[in-house]
């Protein structure tokens, strides 16, 4: 079946970094688009980027978009997430997550069939 292990989250001051990972494995990684979601205490989960099967395309939230960069390896059946000027509301559980259909990207998170377990990003200020 398929799996997706997430590491890197932890705790960092406001304006730091941290680099996410997500590694794959079950299905052929290279055919499907992933994607990285978060969920703030209270909050609904919402979709932070994703990335096309082949790496060539990528799309944003907003509220990310120039801090946040999402890469992947599909030799290392790896995705990441590199967050640089984190900011406190930036702080939740980071899910990756890989889409149901082949060649196919979106951010809607129900088009996504596999999920990690999460991993916690916690932003002081």
């Known amino acids: 079946q398929v799996q997706l292990v997430e590491s890197g989250g932890g705790l960092v001051q406001a304006g730091g970094s941290l680099r996410l990972s997500c590694a794959a494995s079950?299905?052929?990684?290279?055919?499907?688009?992933m994607g990285w979601f978060r969920q703030a205490p209270g909050k609904e989960r919402e979709f932070v980027a994703v990335?096309?099967?082949?790496?060539?395309?990528?799309y944003y939230a907003d509220s990310v978009k120039g801090r946040f960069t999402i890469s992947r390896d599909n030799a290392k059946n790896t995705v990441y997430l590199q967050m640089n000027s984190l900011k406190p509301e930036d702080a939740a559980v980071y899910y990756c997550?890989?889409?149901?259909?082949?060649?196919?990207?979106?951010?809607?998170?129900?088009?996504?069939?596999?999920w990690g377990q999460g991993t916690q990003v916690t932003v002081s200020s």
């Open positions: 990335i096309s099967w082949s790496g060539g395309t990528t």
């Open positions: 079950g299905r052929t990684f290279s055919k499907y688009a």
């Open positions: 997550a890989g889409h149901g259909r082949l060649y196919t990207s979106s951010w809607r998170a129900v088009d996504y069939d596999y």
